[in-house]
């Protein structure tokens, strides 16, 4: 059963590895070091791990970054300065502003504010606009991450048919704009979401079934084909009799699809370390290009 399962870590692992080789031979040529800001809005427990993790990758990686926590009353006018302070400044080449943000700060204003060229995230509209036009672009990092796996995993992609459960701005809508692009997967894609009327009879005929819908063990045996491959991006807290008082789990229904599938990503250890993978990548793309090296 074990090669069923898609090995995030491991792929991550792989990619950052190279990462941290390059980053030493920068440094070794006198080069200073990449760099992140990652700002953290109120406290939030999932995004404070979120962006603890980002943080720390960066370090082993032998990146500069730095984490700014506000307050939940900050006013947008107060993170719009930090932002603009960031876009002026030379050695940081990714702005990350982690989402959700409080209510009172317009989330697509501050996103705008991001200077395009550190856009890591990849939800500037300009980012967004070029990766539907097929441009080179940061393309955000879970979609991104979910692509390196499927290439790494080679699962045939063209003319395959890709469902998408969930049509968020972070990973159901560059999701779609990425896997129908002829040089990168060439899939005919669908996308569900609320208010589809009967979701089954769609993520029945995925060969690919990529669901991000933020409701735990949501998919189940009964709405997939025979050998499809899954691919979950849910990371959801639910109640557990452990010391936390909690654990992660999917979108999907593991123990239930498990025999039916050919492969699948599991929660933890799928998609969520490629994300991370991925934003270091994009950092690291920043770098060289602000450097002219690329
Ligand atoms: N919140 C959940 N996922 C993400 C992400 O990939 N980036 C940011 N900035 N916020 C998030």
């Known amino acids: 059963m074990i090669e069923k399962i898609i090995d995030g870590k491991k792929v991550s692992n792989e990619i950052k590895g190279n990462i941290k080789l390059e980053t030493e031979i ?16 109120g406290n939030n427990p999932a995004s404070e791990s979120y962006v603890t993790s980002k943080d720390k990758a960066c370090k082993t990686l032998g990146f500069n970054s730095l984490i700014l926590r506000l307050p939940s009353d900050v006013t947008e006018n107060e993170v719009m300065d930090y932002i603009h302070n960031w876009n002026n400044d030379d050695t940081i080449d990714g702005i990350l502003i982690q989402l959700p943000l409080p209510k009172q700060i317009n989330e697509n204003r501050v996103i705008e504010e991001i200077n395009p060229e550190k856009d890591v995230d990849g939800f500037h509209p300009t980012s967004v606009g070029k990766l539907v036009i097929g441009l080179d672009c940061f393309v955000s990092c879970t979609p991104a991450g979910i692509i390196e796996l499927i290439k790494a995993y080679k699962v045939e992609t063209s003319g395959k048919h890709v469902v998408i459960v969930g049509r968020s701005n972070i990973v159901g809508k560059p999701i779609l704009n990425l896997f129908y692009q002829k040089n990168i997967a060439n899939s005919t894609v669908t996308i569900v979401h609320t208010g589809t009327k009967d979701m089954t009879e769609f993520t029945k ?7 991000a819908i933020g409701v735990p063990n949501f998919i189940k045996a009964k709405d997939i084909k025979e050998g499809c491959v899954i691919i979950d991006v849910g990371i959801n807290r639910v109640d557990a009799n452990n010391e936390k008082g909690y654990k992660i789990c999917g979108d999907v229904d593991f123990e239930d699809v498990l025999e039916k599938v050919s492969l699948i990503t599991p929660v933890p250890g799928g998609v969520g370390p490629m994300t991370i993978a991925m934003l270091l990548s994009n950092t690291f793309k920043s770098y060289k290009k602000r450097l002219k090296l690329i």
Do not use: F, N
């Open 205 to 211: 005929q995925a060969d690919i079934l990529v669901v």
């Open 26 to 41: 920068m440094l070794s040529q006198g080069k200073r070091k990449p760099g992140l800001a990652l700002m953290i809005v």
